[in-house]
């Protein structure tokens, strides 16, 4: 699963304060240290604030430079009206935050990610999902090698990325049928091995799933020979 934050300052602010309005709710799982949280809770408070008063500014600054245009170099028959009305911070704006709140915010998502607990379903509601578009993953072609050989069981290789798992596919001599299936990048056939002394091939494929179904190409095929004790 992977987890995002957004690249505009506007929609920054509005994803900072959907994941502190979410958070309390997976708090006792996801277990982020409080005073982050809280520290959180206040720049988002912040960066709110900041964002709207330097759009007022902007707005004034460029009409206030018209009007000092109007003033230098009007035509003549132009009518100066009032002056622009200078921004007013309110007479209570929120404490001031620490510095560097998106930094922050990186560091708590991290966090989240670490528990363990943090699901697809939760990472949606705190606004920090990324959605892998399904066209990309559909050209998705796993690359499969065998790593290493467990008291005689092949252990398979792949890399998962942003697929949920694979499903392995085995053949022994008559065609390839379904194995497993595996959310790890490793997987061991744990399948009985020959008799003893008896040497055989077996052949494997795997194809990637997202969803709970197959999704992309097949991988490469790989023979693997396990010899009975």
């Given at each position: 699963m992977k987890t995002y934050i957004e690249n505009t300052e506007e929609k920054l602010v509005k994803q900072i304060a959907q994941f502190c309005d979410k958070y309390t709710i997976y708090a006792s799982l996801l277990k982020v240290d409080p005073t982050k949280i809280d520290n959180l809770k206040a720049g988002s408070l912040f960066m709110a604030f900041i964002l709207?008063?330097?759009?007022?500014?902007?707005?004034?600054?460029?009409?206030?430079?018209?009007?000092?245009d109007l003033v230098f170099y009007g035509t003549g028959t132009d009518v100066l009206g009032v002056l622009p009305v200078l921004p007013v911070y309110p007479t209570s704006p929120p404490p001031v935050c620490l510095a560097a709140v998106e930094s922050l915010f990186r560091e708590i998502i991290q966090q989240c990610v670490k528990?363990?607990?943090?699901?697809?379903?939760?990472?949606?509601?705190?606004?920090?999902?990324?959605e892998v578009p399904v066209v990309v993953l559909e050209k998705g072609t796993p690359v499969l090698s065998l790593k290493s050989m467990n008291?005689?069981?092949?252990?398979?290789?792949?890399?998962?990325g942003d697929y949920e798992g694979f499903e392995v596919w085995k053949d022994t001599g008559?065609?390839?049928?379904?194995?497993?299936v595996s959310n790890s990048p490793?997987?061991?056939d744990?399948?009985?091995?020959?008799?003893?002394?008896i040497e055989l091939v077996w052949k494997y494929k795997i194809i990637y799933r997202y969803k709970n179904a197959q999704i992309?190409?097949?991988?490469?095929?790989?023979?693997?020979?396990?010899?009975?004790?």
């Amino acid at each position: 699963m992977k987890t995002y934050i957004e690249n505009t300052e506007e929609k920054l602010v509005k994803q900072i304060a959907q994941f502190c309005d979410k958070y309390t709710i997976y708090a006792s799982l996801l277990k982020v240290d409080p005073t982050k949280i809280d520290n959180l809770k206040a720049g988002s408070l912040f960066m709110a604030f900041i964002l709207e008063i330097q759009g007022k500014v902007q707005t004034l600054a460029v009409t206030f430079t018209a009007y000092k245009d109007l003033v230098f170099y009007g035509t003549g028959t132009d009518v100066l009206g009032v002056l622009p009305v200078l921004p007013v911070y309110p007479t209570s704006p929120p404490p001031v935050c620490l510095a560097a709140v998106e930094s922050l915010f990186r560091e708590i998502i991290q966090q989240c990610v670490k528990s363990g607990k943090l699901t697809e379903d939760m990472a949606k509601a705190l606004g920090i999902f990324e959605e892998v578009p399904v066209v990309v993953l559909e050209k998705g072609t796993p690359v499969l090698s065998l790593k290493s050989m467990n008291a005689g069981q092949p252990k398979l290789h792949t890399i998962i990325g942003d697929y949920e798992g694979f499903e392995v596919w085995k053949d022994t001599g008559d065609g390839f049928v379904f194995l497993n299936v595996s959310n790890s990048p490793n997987y061991t056939d744990t399948s009985a091995l020959p008799t003893g002394g008896i040497e055989l091939v077996w052949k494997y494929k795997i194809i990637y799933r997202y969803k709970n179904a197959q999704i992309g190409n097949w991988s490469n095929v790989i023979s693997v020979a396990v010899k009975g004790n």
